[in-house]
């Protein structure tokens, strides 16, 4: 009999305003959380329909030590960085970015014709082995995301990771990340295997779904009952996410919602992080280093 994973933590992303005044939500992001979603450091959702809110976009910026996964579902963001690369994600792409030993570029978010600028950006850790490796990306367009329609009207784009036997186009990442874009209709119950000891994570953008939460977990006090009568369900909607305990799948129900969101899931590192803007590295040294270089004009390699 498999183990389904119950909240640990359930959250809601906060308002928050980055770039050059860029407001968007913030599901995690500090120090002190990235201890909890290890190897994952941040998630921003940048969903808005008001172009004042996003047109000033991420000028030219320094990453290093990390990997950024933009996933855009409505509008366009135009790219650039310092090898010379540029290019526009486009509604449905995805563009997977390891800074490894340093990058400088900037994202300036166009939005569609109805000025929908909808998408999230994950930020994931490197393991320091990995930390100054050489940049490189990842491009996936829409067309390149498999698409899988399970029984029942479930439907999942598999940006990374599988589903059954059908894998998703980005792979060959240390920490083994799962990225998936999942629809269950009203009235339904979908399970999906996950890795034990993997952090597993749930953000929702649309509609409520119910999945077990132990009491005391999740920002409630024990009751006293036993373990059985101790697991409730927990409500989450729109901007909410939830951080799972360990197990070998998730199980979600909806009522007379539907639901959408993203599972996201990978290999904790347990590496110390030191970690300052964009630069994520695993001493203070290496980040000192680290914007010496960026202000000497040596930090790209």
Known sequence: MKDVRTV?????SKPVMEGAGVHLRRAFGSEMEALLFDPFLLLDDFRSDTPS???????????????????????NVE??????????????????????SGIIHQEMPKGDRE?????????????????????????????QIPKVALPG????????????EIAGPVGDIATNPEYLDISVPARSVFSHPVQRGHTVLAYVFEGKAFLQAECGSASKKR????????????????????????????????SESPVRFLLISGKPIREPIAWYGPI????????RIAFAEYRSGAFIK
Not at 118 to 129: D, R
Not at 280 to 287: K, P
């Open 53 to 75: 809110d996003y047109i000033n976009g991420f000028p030219w910026h320094p990453h290093r030590g990390i990997e950024t996964i933009t996933y855009v579902l409505r509008g």
């Open 8 to 12: 640990l933590h359930a959250f809601t």
């Open 79 to 100: 790219h650039a960085d310092s090898l010379g690369n540029k290019g526009v994600i486009s509604s449905g792409d995805v563009q997977w970015m390891t800074a490894g």
């Open 115 to 143: 000025g929908h600028m909808w998408g999230f950006q994950l930020w994931a850790n490197l393991p320091a082995v990995h930390k100054m490796t050489k940049p490189k990306y990842r491009g996936v367009t829409d067309n």
């Open 153 to 164: 009207g479930v439907d999942i784009r598999v940006i990374c990771g599988k589903v059954g």
């Open 280 to 287: 994520v590295m695993n001493t203070r040294e290496e980040l």
């Open 223 to 254: 009751t006293g009952k036993s373990k059985q009568e101790d697991n409730i369900p927990q409500i989450v909607a729109n901007h909410g996410l939830v951080l799972f305990g360990d197990g070998d799948e998730i199980s979600v129900t909806t």
